[in-house]
Nanobody, 121 residues
Framework: QVQLVESGGGLVQPGGSLRLSCAAS????????MGWYRQAPGKERELVAT???????NYADSVKGRFTLSRDNAKTTVDLQMNSLKPEDTAVYYC???????????????WGQGTQVTVSS
């Protein structure tokens, strides 16, 4: 199986910063894109940021200039640095990874359990 373990959520005041981390482990041949999505109460899950296996990031317009996504050299961990947080950033944040488990296997998407980020004074 594939596990995505998330850490770093919490409560922060508007204008503050948080850093989310996601580590992939398990039966993995290769990881392609990794990234973060979020889901606020009553809303659909939306993309926050993703990064390709080549290290090219892609951001939602709502977080450009405030969030930075990075990936380690082993390409199994991604970190999301969130600055200038706003109340509208409040959501459960989910890590996502596109994984091929064997040489001939299909690329499948896996999700973490989610971590709560609350931006409030």
């Amino acid at each position: 199986q594939v596990q995505l373990v998330e850490s770093g959520g919490g409560l922060v005041q508007p204008g503050g910063s948080l850093r989310l981390s996601c580590a992939a482990s398990g039966s993995i041949f290769r990881i392609y894109a990794m990234g973060w999505y979020r889901q606020a109460p009553g809303k659909e899950r939306e993309l926050v940021a993703t990064i390709s296996s080549g290290g090219i990031p892609n951001y939602a317009d709502s977080v450009k200039g405030r969030f930075t996504l990075s990936r380690d050299n082993a390409k199994t961990t991604v970190d999301l640095q969130m600055n200038s947080l706003k109340p509208e950033d409040t959501a459960v944040y989910y890590c996502n990874a596109d994984v091929r488990r064997t040489y001939y296997g299909n690329v499948l998407g896996y999700w973490g359990q989610g971590t709560q980020v609350t931006v409030s004074s």
